[in-house]
């Protein structure tokens, strides 16, 4: 099977077609390589792109330029997330075309619930 969460211990000794519960608590934040935002994979699909994260965006962090390979979709669990076209604030649901493009802030902070079905492609590395 393709589909995991890392660092989830408790799903090592799991069958193939066991439900996978996961202690979000215990799974550890991990840095990103933006200043201020850590996440924790929930679940990852390496073969399809799929990936499922918590996110958590420190005040005034942003993501650069980065494009939607596939649609994308973020709940706010706590805080906001903002960008040129709207704001989307706590309880409520933003999702985006594949190939939308923008650049992404919270400038109070943010807790968010992200569902990606390929990664996104950042315009500020030398691809």
Do not use: C
């Given at each position: 099977?393709?589909?995991i969460?890392?660092?989830a211990?408790?799903h090592?000794e799991?069958?193939?077609?066991?439900s996978?519960y996961?202690?979000v608590e215990?799974?550890p934040?991990e840095?990103t390589?933006?200043?201020?935002?850590?996440?924790?994979?929930?679940?990852?699909?390496?073969e399809?792109?799929l990936?499922?994260?918590?996110?958590?965006?420190?005040?005034?962090?942003f993501?650069p330029?980065?494009?939607?390979v596939?649609i994308e979709?973020?709940?706010v669990?706590?805080?906001?997330?903002?960008?040129e076209?709207?704001?989307?604030t706590?309880g409520n649901?933003?999702w985006?075309?594949?190939?939308s493009r923008?650049?992404?802030?919270s400038?109070g902070?943010?807790?968010?619930?992200?569902?990606f079905l390929k990664?996104n492609?950042?315009?500020d590395?030398s691809?």
């Amino acid at each position: 099977m393709a589909a995991i969460t890392p660092k989830a211990e408790n799903h090592r000794e799991l069958d193939l077609l066991d439900s996978r519960y996961v202690d979000v608590e215990s799974l550890p934040w991990e840095k990103t390589r933006f200043d201020g935002i850590e996440m924790k994979t929930l679940l990852q699909d390496q073969e399809s792109g799929l990936h499922t994260t918590l996110v958590r965006m420190a005040p005034g962090s942003f993501l650069p330029d980065h494009e939607h390979v596939e649609i994308e979709q973020t709940f706010v669990l706590e805080g906001s997330l903002v960008d040129e076209q709207g704001e989307a604030t706590t309880g409520n649901y933003v999702w985006r075309p594949a190939g939308s493009r923008h650049l992404a802030h919270s400038p109070g902070g943010a807790l968010l619930l992200a569902f990606f079905l390929k990664p996104n492609r950042f315009f500020d590395l030398s691809d």
